[in-house]
């Protein structure tokens, strides 16, 4: 696969946060569904290798800043 070609990436989450965390990603740009057995689908699009990385970086920041406000207070 080329750099220049476009790239996509999929993440499943397991964690009984699940729709908390599909909260944390309302200004990313991803495609996420919650599914019926818990899990929590995040799928990334981009236009380049690079673009992906961009990409997957910033979805995984979010989930993390997500995940570390929910230990701390609780859901």
């Known amino acids: ?3 220049s070609e476009p790239w996509v990436a ?8 699940s729709q908390s ?8 740009e991803v495609v ?15 236009k380049s290798a690079s673009d992906l990385r961009a990409k997957f970086n910033s979805t995984m920041r979010s989930l993390r800043a997500a995940s570390e406000i929910l230990e701390t207070i609780g859901d």
């Open 1 to 3: 696969m080329k750099k």
């Open 10 to 17: 999929s993440i499943r989450i397991a964690d009984h946060n």
């Open 21 to 28: 965390l599909i909260a944390s990603l309302a200004c990313e």
């Open 32 to 46: 996420s569904q919650y599914r019926d057995d818990g899990t929590l689908d995040i799928f990334i699009e981009g």
